[in-house]
């Protein structure tokens, strides 16, 4: 049986068959003619048959030669059509890019940068899937992924692609008027908190920082959800306090809809990366990366 790593033994065979000699293929493929006798030879041996009629003045192919010849011959011109096609893919920028990012992160970073994308690379397609999971993007064959600063995974490339976010604990004036305000981080104990659960199961504890050192805060309450956007709306409707991105929610407290509260304790995070695994991208992923980036 012709095992994967004797594909080098069919080129020789090919070589020999369409140039009707061994010193000529042997002088084509740059080897000794005895070495390219004893490749074919031994591919006999594995395949059990025998390939070229020999004769001093003469070399043809035998029946199972030309079997073989007619199949390898198929096989090896697809391979470089597809080779030439992949190079060809290399210098245009076309295909699809899979991008994973949660919902917060497209609307305000990835959508509005990628609007006119279109109109410059309209052969480049672009999959934006929303997830909260911190999914493995090698595993689940993303281009790329998007996430703060902080947490991009050690061995990942990071482009940013966004400012700093300023994270802010925020409830209703009902809430408030029921609960009282929380005045430090350990206060947020005591109080109502809606949680955030990633898709993979795992609670979001709140990151704060006090006398100037990163903390975490273990919350409790009633609601949890899966996205920032609905914590924001069960906070209006004064379901308890969120932990959500400022800017989500200037027009709330604008408007006096939401308060924030413990300001001084609340986290910045490092702002929107797209990350990926390695610098050897697609010429079509590079586009999208020199668009995004800040």
């Given at each position: 049986m012709l095992n994967r790593e004797n594909y080098n033994d069919l080129y020789a065979f090919?070589?020999?068959?369409?140039?009707?000699?061994?010193?000529?293929?042997?002088?084509?493929?740059?080897?000794?003619?005895?070495?390219?006798?004893?490749?074919?030879?031994?591919?006999e041996q594995r395949l059990g048959v025998q390939l070229f009629h020999r004769t001093t003045r003469s070399l043809s192919l035998t029946h199972s030669g030309e079997q073989l010849f007619a199949v390898a011959e198929q096989s090896f011109e697809r391979l470089d059509r597809q080779l030439t096609?992949?190079?060809?893919?290399?210098?245009?920028?076309?295909?699809?890019?899979?991008?994973?990012?949660?919902?917060?992160?497209?609307?305000?970073?990835?959508?509005?940068?990628?609007?006119?994308?279109?109109?410059?690379?309209?052969?480049?397609?672009?999959?934006?899937?929303?997830?909260?999971?911190?999914?493995?993007?090698?595993?689940e064959r993303f281009d790329a992924g998007v996430r703060f600063g902080d947490v991009v995974a050690e061995g990942m490339i990071a482009v940013r692609i966004g400012d700093d976010e300023k994270m802010a604990v925020v409830g209703s004036p009902d809430y408030f008027h029921a609960y009282g305000?929380?005045?430090?981080?350990?206060?947020?104990?005591?109080?109502?908190?809606?949680?955030?659960?990633?898709?993979?199961?795992?609670?979001?504890?709140?990151?704060?920082?006090?006398?100037?050192?990163?903390?975490?805060?273990?919350?409790?309450?009633?609601?949890?959800?899966?996205?920032?956007?609905?914590?924001?709306?069960?906070?209006?409707?004064?379901?308890?306090?969120?932990?959500?991105?400022?800017?989500?929610?200037?027009?709330?407290l604008a408007c006096g809809e939401l308060i924030q509260v413990l300001q001084p304790f609340s986290h910045t995070f490092t702002g929107f990366h797209l990350y990926y695994p390695h610098r050897n991208v697609s010429y079509a992923l590079r586009c999208v990366i020199d668009y995004l980036k800040v």
């Open positions: 090919l070589a020999v068959a369409k140039a009707g000699s061994f010193t000529q293929a042997a002088n084509g493929l740059g080897i000794s003619q005895s070495a390219l006798s004893r490749t074919v030879k031994l591919l096609m992949l190079g060809h893919l290399s210098d245009t920028p076309s295909g699809l890019v899979r991008i994973t990012a949660n919902q917060y992160a497209i609307d305000k970073v990835l959508l509005p940068k990628l609007s006119g994308f279109k109109t410059d690379y309209p052969q480049i397609q672009l999959e934006l899937i929303s997830d909260t999971a911190l999914t493995n993007i090698i595993s305000f929380p005045k430090t981080p350990d206060d947020l104990r005591h109080h109502q908190c809606i949680g955030y659960r990633y898709a993979s199961g795992a609670m979001y504890d709140w990151d704060l920082v006090q006398d100037g050192k990163p903390i975490q805060i273990k919350t409790q309450g009633q609601w949890t959800f899966s996205n920032d956007y609905s914590i924001r709306d069960a906070a209006k409707r004064g379901l308890g306090l969120g932990y959500v991105p400022q800017d989500m929610v200037e027009g709330e």
